[in-house]
């Protein structure tokens, strides 16, 4: 078992996963034919997108759509990805290409490269090998909540209010089902400049509070 196996509590069936899951696509430059990570980390994303959302599933219970959703951005983001990485020491195996100044802490290809290697755990060994590495990593799910998830709406609007010009947030109510005495309202929100998202809740004001949670996600996925 190699240090990274060690370190991931796994060992590799197919030791050339883990190798193509360390190879950032800057080997392009000194091997124009070498294959990369980006597919591993592709499969990664999706890998630790399941797992994170399972794991807020179990520790918010009385949380909707909205801020969970909020909460699994802020955790697969590649800011948290890469603060993951740091702890495992990632940066030190990566394969890059040649003459290259060290990635600082933080970098997206360390955060790309945590992806690639979830993606070849479950390649290699399937699902239970990637709850077994996922749970090694030991990725708290339970810290104090944020504004973003606290106030959504107040978050958005302060969003809106430091474009220029000013907009502001528009919430629309696109429907009611169920019964009167337990509905499902499905709301949207839009900012115009920067997004629109829907989301559902057991009132107005919850399916508003999840539908700017879901826009604020939206934004940290595309940082």
């Given amino acids: 078992m190699t240090e ?6 796994y060992e590799f069936r197919d030791p050339a996963l883990l190798a193509l899951a360390l190879a950032t696509p800057s080997v392009r430059q000194s091997s124009p034919d070498a294959d990369d990570n ?3 980390e592709f499969l990664g994303d999706a890998v630790f997108g399941l797992l994170v959302a399972e794991a807020l599933y179990k520790a918010f ?6 801020p969970l ?5 802020h955790l697969v983001s590649g800011k948290a990805l890469a603060a993951l990485a740091e702890r495992i020491d990632l940066r030190r195996y990566l394969v890059r290409g040649e003459g290259l100044p060290e990635l600082p802490a933080g970098a997206k290809p360390v955060a790309d490269a945590m992806e690639a290697v979830m993606g070849a755990v479950w390649l290699d060994g399937g699902e239970a090998a990637a709850r077994k ?3 090694r990593l030991e990725m708290s799910v339970e810290g104090p909540c944020d504004e973003r998830v606290e106030n959504p709406r107040l978050v958005v609007q302060k969003i809106a209010q430091g474009r220029t010009p000013q907009v502001r947030p528009v919430y629309e109510i696109l429907s009611m089902e169920g019964p009167p005495h337990e509905p499902v309202i499905t709301a949207r929100v839009t900012v115009k400049g920067i997004g629109t998202a829907e ?3 057991r009132s107005k004001a919850s ?3 999840a539908a700017a949670a879901a826009l604020l996600a939206k934004l940290e996925e595309d940082r």
């Fill in 207 to 209: 399916a508003e509070a």
């Fill in 69 to 73: 959703t909020m909460r699994r951005a």
């Fill in 199 to 201: 989301a559902k809740g």
């Fill in 133 to 135: 590495v996922f749970a």
């Fill in 61 to 66: 219970p009385d949380e909707q759509e909205g």
């Fill in 4 to 9: 990274l196996e060690e370190k991931i509590g």
């Fill in 38 to 40: 980006q597919r591993l």
